[in-house]
């Protein structure tokens, strides 16, 4: 299949030398991408497909998303102040799912320091992610995961070849992996 298939999908530019790289074979959706600022890039590898998803990423931001990664519902995904969210090859995404590299207002300390600087999101490759998930600054999804319906992930940590689920999210059966496929 020759190059990407965009249908229904907005990209708004609100900045200068911001990149929007599409692998062969990518299919966008109902889907919205906003850049703010400058020097943001989203890089979708080859044969993705994205539905009703909406990308806002600003002051540098970086959002990869790996080959044969699948969103199949509404996701948001908020990349600010010049962080990185990054997810892995052959991930699986349900419906109703916001990730967030950041709080979008500061909060101070009584010397009037930031104490909630953004950070990083990784999501390891073949990670199944359900429905009405939030996975928030500074969590990493280690790979052949599973992270359950209506989890909270709250900056931590979480094993290769886990289930994660839980408000706030914990790791309650390791040494699994998963198969789209019903068997």
């Known amino acids: 299949m020759g190059g990407a298939f965009v249908w229904r999908t907005h990209i708004k530019n609100n900045g200068k030398n911001n990149c ?15 850049f703010f600022g400058e020097n ?45 969210i990054h997810i892995g090859d052959r991930c699986l995404f349900s419906d109703t799912i916001t990730f967030r590299t950041g709080d979008s207002h500061s909060i101070l300390d009584n010397e009037g320091n930031r ?44 094993d290769s070849n886990s289930i994660i689920a839980g408000i706030p999210a914990k790791i309650v059966k390791q040494h699994v992996s998963w198969d789209p496929r019903t068997l």
Do not use: P
């Open 115 to 158: 104490i909630n600087k953004a950070k990083d999101i990784t999501i390891g490759d073949h990670v199944w992610i359900g429905q009405q998930v939030i996975v928030l600054k500074g969590s990493t999804v280690g790979s052949d995961s599973i992270v359950g319906t209506g989890s909270l992930l709250t900056g931590k940590t979480y």
């Open 40 to 84: 943001n890039t989203v890089k979708i590898e080859h044969d993705c497909v994205l539905k009703n998803v909406d990308i806002w990423i600003s002051n540098g931001g970086i959002v990869e998303i790996g080959h044969n990664t699948h969103f199949s519902g509404k996701m948001h995904m908020a990349c600010i102040e010049g962080r990185k």
């Open 20 to 34: 929007l790289v599409l692998g062969e074979g990518c299919r966008i959706y109902d889907s919205q991408i906003q």
